[in-house]
Each structure stands twice: as C-alpha cells, then as structure tokens.
C-alpha cells in the first residue's frame, strides 16, 4: 500500500492519424508494468480523423525508446461461433464526460466475469483491447468468448451486432 511507484510516458513520433504512447510502471525492484497505446483523434464536428500533427504542440520531441516491440494483435470481429459469457448493462458508473462508456469501464466489465480463483491460477500476463464504436448508458452489451491457441478473445457487442470492443488476454 505505502510502496512508491514510477511512471514514465511518452509519445513516439505519430503516423498521419495514429500514435503510439509508450509507458513503464516501477518500483525500487524494477520494471512492474510495459505498456502502449495507439490513439487516433477524430474531430467531433465533422465525424473525420484529424491528423496528429494538428494537435500536437510543434515543440514537442519525440522519443525513440520503445516499451514494447511487438505489434498489435489482430482480432477478428466475428464472434458468431464464439461462446456467449453474459450480457452486460451499461450504468451510470460506466459512463464517461462524453456521457458514452469509458473505456476503462469495458475492462472492468470483461474482468468483472472472470472468477478470482480462476484469476489467482491463472493471472493475466497480457491484455490488448481495440475500441470499436460508442456505447451508451441502458444499452446491453453481450460479451461473447472464444479460445486461441495461446490466448482468450472476447467480444462486446450491442443487440444489433455492432462490435464496440475487442479484446485479447493471454494468461499465464
């Protein structure tokens, strides 16, 4: 409870609309977690992506370092064949200052419908998750599971079919 931590951040040089923001977590023993993310930013008036460059400060340096080498997976969005785990109602903790889910919130939700015993055996080692489309407060998400070779996929979807989140965790 009283350990201190170290969080670094950091932007890598963006495509046209796409950026990674590479982050560690430590402590005194070392590197606790490795982390990034890649984020677009899409103007809010016209709907469009708008180019990083836009928004960044023209001072801002990039850094080379890289937290994690490996690329993104990719999870396919049909989750027809796929197990259904349960439906999820979307409350008014989920909901975010846009008033559509946070995203946190999905990660809460999908962990929320794995048992601690199975947690506890089986900690999760990696988790990689790809927003999708906007959920709203009283929608029904139903998450839906399959199996990899060496990892869980799940699915959030709406009553139509809409996929808002994939996501993809390996254990150990």
């Keep these: 409870m009283y ?23 430590s402590d005194e023993n070392g590197v ?26 023209a001072e801002l340096e990039f850094c080379e370092d890289i937290s994690i080498e490996e690329n993104y997976a990719r999870i396919s969005d049909d989750f027809s064949d796929a ?10 903790t989920d909901i975010d200052l846009v008033q559509h889910m946070n995203n946190a919130a999905y990660i ?11 947690l506890q055996e089986h900690p999760i080692k990696d988790i990689e998750i790809v927003y999708k489309s906007q959920s709203y407060e009283g929608e029904t998400l139903t998450i839906k599971r399959r199996v990899t070779e060496n990892a869980e996929e799940y699915g959030m979807l709406k009553a139509d079919s809409t996929v808002c989140a994939t996501v993809r965790i390996v254990r150990e």
């Design 32 to 57: 606790l977690i490795k982390g990034k993310n890649e984020w677009t930013v899409m103007n809010i008036a016209t709907g469009k992506l708008q180019r990083v460059s836009e928004i960044y400060p």
């Design 83 to 92: 197990q259904t785990v349960c439906d999820y109602t979307i409350r008014s």
């Design 3 to 25: 350990d201190k931590i170290t969080l670094a951040t950091w932007p890598e040089k963006p495509s046209r609309v796409r950026a990674n923001r590479h982050y560690i977590i």
């Design 108 to 118: 809460r939700a999908l962990i929320g419908t794995i048992n601690t015993k199975d």
